[in-house]
């Protein structure tokens, strides 16, 4: 029942297809009534919920398909391909953007396990993943339905909302996704600070060694560990978060030069090899082709 009042929640309040802002930092609600296909995002550290059709998201060739079943996590910012590619009129994709403040993931994750409430990673279980889906639990729906209501009153959205909010990180971090979070929030993830650095710089030089020295680790330590995390080599991580980047910018409207300094690449002909070779036609064909999707997450 909670879930259907989510539902129809976001349905009153979502006047058009997009995104549409809640009062409360970071948690957006959305919409979509037209099938948009793939196109190249990037999630930085966020949670998507959907409670009405379905989404899919695809990391380095995996394929993540969700529903009001399951949500998406994703704790540590990722170069993905998203799309709503079953949304019409008749079937509409309803649903929640819930950005997570890395700040107040870690403080909570922090607590949690100061008060013993964390069980022991089991051994064998990977470690912090870029993206992972989550099985809607009672605890999730119920805090993310009163997170919400808030958006009624102005005055109790500005009184409660930081808590509510909190509520639901910590539903989160309990939940089936709890783990991969905890460990990409906790004080000890040397990758997770690895992407968080990268992801802020994309437009200075990026020397995997250097990546690898911050992480406190040995060159092939660090090769190891950061492809178990992101399921890609690091120089393939950085490649693929600078392509991304500018095939958004230049589908927002940016011209093909400005989007390639804007994120790192000095050689125009070196970024127009690499665009072709990862999407399949030349950024000038990206630009006259592609616009982008309104505002769905």
């Known amino acids: 029942m909670s ?24 948690v957006r609600m959305f919409r979509a009534t037209q099938a948009i296909p793939c196109v190249p995002a990037v999630y930085d550290p966020c949670v998507v919920a959907i409670v009405s059709g379905a989404k899919e998201a695809v990391l380095d060739g995996h394929r993540h398909v969700y529903d009001d079943s399951q949500y998406l996590c994703c704790p540590m910012s990722m170069p993905v391909k998203a799309g709503t590619p079953n949304a019409s009129p008749e079937n509409p994709l309803y649903g929640v953007f819930i950005s997570l403040d ?42 993310l339905l009163r997170l919400l209501h808030l958006g009624a009153s102005h005055t ?14 910590y539903a989160i971090l309990k939940g089936e996704a709890g783990k991969s979070a905890r460990q990409a929030f906790g004080a000890g993830n040397a990758i997770a600070r690895s992407i968080a650095h990268v992801s802020s710089r994309l437009d200075e030089p990026i020397s995997i060694d250097d990546m690898a020295t911050r992480a406190g680790m040995s060159r092939a330590v660090f090769h190891r560990r950061f492809k178990q995390v992101t399921t890609m080599a690091p120089i393939q991580f950085v490649k693929s978060m600078r392509l991304n980047n500018a095939a958004m910018k230049i589908a927002s409207g940016m011209t093909v030069n400005e989007a390639a300094i804007d994120v790192g690449y000095v050689s125009p002909s070196q970024f127009s090899r690499e665009f072709k070779r990862m999407y399949g036609q030349s950024p000038r064909q990206w630009s006259e082709g592609n616009q982008l999707p309104v505002g769905v997450a």
């Open 156 to 169: 109790d959205t500005a009184v409660l909302g930081e808590a509510r909010l909190r509520e639901l990180y």
């Open 102 to 143: 890395p700040h107040a993931m870690s403080q909570l994750a922090l607590e949690m396990e100061n008060a013993g409430g964390v069980l022991p990673t089991a051994v064998g279980e990977l470690r912090a993943q870029g993206i992972r889906l989550s099985k809607w639990d009672d605890g999730f729906t119920e805090a």
């Open 3 to 26: 879930k259907n009042e989510i539902k129809q929640l976001i349905a009153r309040r979502t006047e058009k297809d997009g995104l549409t802002d809640t009062g409360i930092a970071g």
